[in-house]
C-alpha cells in the first residue's frame, strides 16, 4: 500500500454548538451534537492527516489521536480558529456557532424582577466569512481549501450556494434539518454538497463516518485539481 492520501496533511475541524454565557449558571446553545464534526476528523485522522479539532459543547467521546481543543463561546471559536488558520491544509467548519450572545454576561446570577424581562443580544464574528477574507487576500489563496456548513429547513440548495459564495468556500455541505435521518443529533445524514459550479453531489442517507469518507474524497481531488493548476 502506497502512503495515505492525507498523510502529510493538517486539518482543522470544527464541531459542535457554541455556548454563550447569560450569567454563571445559564447559557443559550443549540441542538448540534458534534457527530458529524468528529466522523470528519477521525476520517482524515485514519487518512493520514494531522489533526485538529476545536471543540464546543458535543455529546459522546471526541475521537483519539487528534488534538483536542475545548471552547465554549463563539469568540473562543474564533480565536483558536483564526490562529491556526494559517498553518493549515484543509478546514471543515462543521460547528453550529451562535449567531448571537447575549450582550452583558452577568458576573451574579441574575435574580427574578419583573414579569417580563428583554435579554439583549449582539451578532458574534463569523469565523467562516472571516477565513474566506484571509484566504481571499493571501498571495496563495488556494490554501487551505475550506469546507462550509449549512443547516437550513427550506430552498436549501439557494441558501447554500448564497453561503458558499459570501463566505468564500471550496465546497458547502447542505443539510436539511428538518428531514429525519439528517442534522443535528442523528447517526445518519443526508446532505447535498455544492461547490462554486453548483451542485456537486447529492449523498443520500449513510452514517455519517460514511458521509465524512465521502467528503474527504471529493476535497482530496478538488485539491489535486487546484493544486494543478
Ligand atoms: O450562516 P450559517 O450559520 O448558516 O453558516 C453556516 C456555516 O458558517 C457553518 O460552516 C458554520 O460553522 C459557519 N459559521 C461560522 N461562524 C458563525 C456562523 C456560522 O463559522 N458565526
Known amino acids: 500500500v502506497g502512503p495515505k492520501p492525507l498523510s502529510g ?17 445559564r447559557y443559550i446553545t ?32 471526541a475521537p ?37 450572545r447575549p450582550m452583558h454576561q452577568e458576573a451574579h446570577k441574575m435574580k427574578k424582577t419583573s414579569e417580563a424581562i428583554t435579554l439583549e443580544l449582539v451578532r458574534n464574528p463569523d469565523i467562516l466569512q472571516a477565513i474566506g477574507d484571509w484566504r481571499a487576500i493571501q498571495p496563495d489563496s488556494g490554501k487551505p481549501f475550506v469546507i462550509g456548513f449549512a443547516a437550513e ?17 471550496d465546497l458547502i455541505v447542505a443539510n436539511n434539518v428538518a428531514e429525519s435521518g439528517a442534522g443535528f443529533g442523528t447517526e445518519t445524514n443526508i446532505v447535498s454538497v455544492y461547490g462554486p459550479q453548483g451542485l456537486v453531489e447529492q449523498i443520500p442517507q ?12 471529493l476535497a482530496e481531488i478538488r485539491m489535486n485539481v487546484t493544486n494543478a493548476q
Not at 465554549?72 to 460547528?95: I, L, T
Not at 429547513?153 to 468556500?169: F, G, I, Q, S
Not at 452514517?207 to 474524497?217: N, Q
Open 9 to 25: 496533511k493538517r486539518v482543522l475541524v470544527t464541531a459542535g454548538g457554541t455556548v454563550e454565557r447569560i450569567d454563571p449558571v
Open 153 to 169: 429547513t427550506m430552498d436549501v440548495e439557494k441558501h447554500a450556494l448564497d453561503k458558499l459564495n459570501r463566505k468564500k468556500c
Open 64 to 100: 483519539n489521536g487528534v488534538h483536542i481543543v475545548k471552547v465554549n463561546s463563539a469568540r473562543q471559536m474564533y480565536d483558536a480558529v483564526m490562529a491556526s488558520v494559517p498553518n493549515m491544509d484543509f478546514v471543515v467548519k462543521a460547528a453550529a456557532v451562535a449567531d448571537y
Open 206 to 217: 449513510m452514517p455519517k463516518r460514511a458521509v465524512a469518507e465521502r467528503l474527504w474524497d
Open 30 to 61: 443549540n441542538d448540534s451534537s458534534g457527530k458529524m464534526g468528529f466522523a470528519i476528523a477521525e476520517a482524515a485522522r485514519d487518512r493520514g492527516a494531522e489533526v485538529t479539532l476545536v471543540c464546543g459543547r458535543t455529546d459522546g467521546e
